[in-house]
């Protein structure tokens, strides 16, 4: 990694907090709250086919790869140009490599419904760490039928991949999207 990039993510790193100075972080039940209910009313799912009756959250809090979201972060953040981008991509990148992936249990996101999420075909939402005010979420269909992730994520499944930027009062500011094909 060069001393550029190396520069820019140490940037990043510092400028998110920054952003908020001034703001108390939204208190953690209600971001996942918020997101929870934002995703149940999301149009798109409809029209993708998703069953949103039969909706369950995956109990543990998983890693998601901001990179998805690198066009609209740049520009939020001011990074447009295509050195710019270049240099967020590679920074976003970077964080992914030196981020934990090991899901954990959570208490916040168990408790958003009693749906064990187990039936096939069912809808299933997974949840990222909150950081920075930001959220990550996923929403795919439980191909499989059963517990665990790779029942979830399938090898040729699509998913619908959220990005929530949270005010400190817990409320959506921003939300992006993006749909993921694995295959």
């Known amino acids: 990694?060069?001393?550029?990039?190396?520069?820019?993510?140490?940037?990043?790193?510092a400028m998110l907090p920054c952003i908020t100075s001034g703001q108390s972080l939204p208190a953690p039940e209600k971001a996942y709250e918020a997101a929870f209910n934002h995703i149940k009313r999301d149009r798109k799912l409809r029209r993708m086919g998703y069953r949103l009756k039969d909706v369950a959250v995956f109990d543990s809090i998983v890693h998601k790869n901001l990179t998805w979201f690198s066009q609209d972060l740049g520009v939020l953040w001011g990074y447009t140009g295509y050195q710019k981008e270049k240099r967020l991509i590679d920074s976003l990148s970077q964080l992914e490599i030196t981020t934990s992936h090991t899901p954990y249990f959570s208490a916040l996101t168990a408790r958003l419904t009693t749906n064990p999420g187990l039936t096939k075909g069912g809808t299933v939402i997974v949840f990222s760490r909150l950081d920075n005010n930001m959220l990550l979420a996923e929403v795919s269909d439980n191909q499989e039928g059963g517990p665990g992730l790779r029942n979830v994520f399938s090898t040729f499944d699509q998913s619908l991949?959220?990005?929530?930027?949270?005010?400190?009062?817990?409320?959506?500011?921003?939300?992006?999207?993006?749909?993921?094909?694995?295959?």
């Open 1 to 13: 990694m060069t001393f550029d990039m190396r520069l820019l993510l140490l940037c990043i790193l």
């Open 161 to 183: 991949l959220y990005l929530f930027l949270f005010g400190a009062d817990g409320r959506i500011q921003r939300c992006y999207s993006q749909l993921i094909s694995y295959n």
